[in-house]
């Protein structure tokens, strides 16, 4: 069957898609793309070998402005332009972010099915609202279930990760040599990542610069920090001291396995993708979730998995550089509770989100 997916906007959410659609692809369906032409979605989609169709859709805001006077005019634009690729599908599925309004709309006229992907324990407005024509929403997280219409019928499926994440656990001792070897880490040492997103996370990097200096002194120690290529002057005075403690910097990492291969500890901000790849990995985390996140999405997604026992909650607000270096070193020191975060992160993991997400679009497109 035919079968479209629309949304995007982040790697965040298009990696997710793309894990979805390769799984669709090897069940012997036909996959195709609605996203916007500024998204990550219109690079890393052709990137992995799927159509991509490229509409202009404007993003839905919350509060009376002067882009909302001509907002009907661009979603009905935008729900035209869509309908010829939506045209022959049996089911639109939509991942999140304003631009899969526009395919989901267009799929009642085409008589498609729609089933919405939710990837946060918050949903984001688009799928609220779209909701009411979907056939069944999949959620990454639990508590997000409560937050639609009584009426929506809903299944936890997880968030799909990249193939290479997912073979993490099984091919950890190999990946964790090579990580040592390209990115200069010392065997022996425990090894704290710091994951702070695609572009890095500005906040984030000064507290763990500051951080740094507080651990200075912690010879059985090695920071990891994965930073945008913007952030990384602010982690060089931390990189190029000369001490006990070793910390490397690094402003894009394509594979990003190897890091979460080889971190004992996390430090990472609280959206649902790598919340999923560090819970597949069985990496024990703080979690600073980013606090303009749209409705805080990232502390509640957060605090899910902090009530599985798989993860620390750092509130950026109250989180000074000294707190969160006796963060790290509490754990650092206790071997015990990693090792129970770890059970407990790959305990509420879901691996094969990918095929359960699969088997809900292709249960519906019967």
């Not at 688009?126 to 979907?134: P, W």
């Amino acid at each position: 069957m035919k079968v479209v997916v629309a949304g995007g906007g982040t790697a965040g959410h298009v990696f997710p898609a793309v894990a979805l659609a390769e799984r669709l692809r090897e069940d012997g369906h036909e996959v195709g793309f609605v996203g916007s032409p500024d998204g990550q979605e219109a690079r890393l989609v052709p990137a992995a070998g799927f159509p991509f169709h490229a509409v202009r859709a404007q993003k839905m805001v919350r509060t009376a402005s002067i882009r909302t006077v001509g907002a009907p005019v661009v979603a009905l634009r935008s729900v035209r332009d869509a309908r010829p690729f939506v045209r022959g599908a049996r089911v639109v599925v939509g991942v999140g972010g304003y631009v899969s309004a526009p395919a989901v709309l267009a799929a009642r006229r085409a008589g498609a099915k729609v089933v919405l992907h939710e990837q946060n324990a918050i949903p984001g407005l688009a799928n609220r609202l779209l909701s009411r024509r979907a056939e069944v929403v999949a959620l990454s997280f639990a508590d997000a279930g409560s937050r639609f219409p009584r009426r929506t019928r809903s299944v936890v499926t997880g968030n799909p990760v990249r193939t290479a994440i997912a073979a993490v656990p099984e091919g950890r001792p190999a990946l964790i040599a090579e990580a040592r070897a390209s990115l200069d880490l010392e065997p022996g040492r425990t090894t704290v990542c710091v994951f702070g997103g695609s572009q890095g996370a500005q906040a984030l990097d000064r507290l763990v610069a500051g951080a740094a200096d507080a651990l200075a002194g912690r010879a059985d120690l090695q920071l990891l920090v994965l930073t945008g290529p913007a952030n990384l002057e602010l982690l060089r005075p931390a990189v190029e001291r000369d001490g006990p403690l070793r910390v490397r910097a690094v402003g894009f990492l394509e594979r990003i396995e190897l890091a979460l291969a080889v971190a004992d500890l996390a430090v990472s901000r609280g959206g649902s993708g790598h919340l999923a790849e560090l819970t597949v990995c069985g990496v024990p985390a703080i979690v600073v979730p980013y606090p303009h996140a749209t409705e805080n999405h990232q502390e509640a997604n957060a605090r899910e998995l902090e009530r599985a026992g798989a993860v620390e909650v750092a509130v950026e607000a109250s989180l000074t550089p000294a707190g969160l270096a006796r963060r790290i070193e509490r754990l650092a020191d206790d071997a015990d509770r990693r090792a129970g975060m770890r059970r407990l992160a790959i305990a509420w993991a879901k691996p094969d989100a990918d095929r359960r997400l699969a088997d809900v679009v292709e249960e519906v497109g019967v």
